[in-house]
């Protein structure tokens, strides 16, 4: 179980919408309100939660105030916003993370594992069916072929990977998060590090089915290629 709270603010008819049965499974600890005045008297009581989801779709009003006042409330602690399909983004809300409806709930589940501290979910390992990351040092291990030491970057990489299943992620996000740099008019020591991490974790690094390209898009790692046939 997950020591870190979340705190769901959602309409009261929220339904099948609501994110709370993928929270349950995934085992975090969460409170719902579905009001902002129940969320402001929630944290006064409570303290302040370690991730606040709102979802400002199931709400009656749009939200834009109630979003406000919460980062005001909650300094850096992460803040997803759900909105609807029909509402514009709106970055002035103070939100780390815009979601749009319909959206998976692996989808939420991702951006709230990536956002969590680390040290909340006491990760220090990432697993995924037979593959562990060990991040205080580095390495990785793979069931039946030992551990592997891997250079930081390496981890981070595949960190980011590991973090976004089934998920799309473009060369540009990969050099943003691992290389903090926004120019990917070179990716070479991109493509290099994507090569030595297929070597790591695929039975044959040449025709990959874990980590696979995903033509003009970026990459993709396949949860589903871990799964016993």
Sequence with gaps: MQNAVILLVEGEGAGDSSPTP??????YSYEVVHTGAAAFAWIETHGQPDLVIFD????RSGGGRTCRRLR?????????????AE????ISLGADVYLQHPYTPRKLLNRVRALLPADMMKEEIVCFGPIILYRSKSSIELLGRGEQHLTPKLAQLLEEFLRYPEEIIGRRQLMQNVWKTDYIGDTRTLDVHIRWIRECIEEDPSRPKLLQTVRGKGYIFRLSA????
């Design 22 to 27: 993928a929270l349950k499974k995934a085992g």
């Design 56 to 59: 400002s779709a199931t709400m």
């Design 226 to 229: 871990l799964q016993p046939e």
């Design 72 to 84: 005001r409330l909650l300094g850096d602690k992460p803040i997803i916003h759900c909105r609807a």
């Design 87 to 90: 509402m514009v983004e709106d």
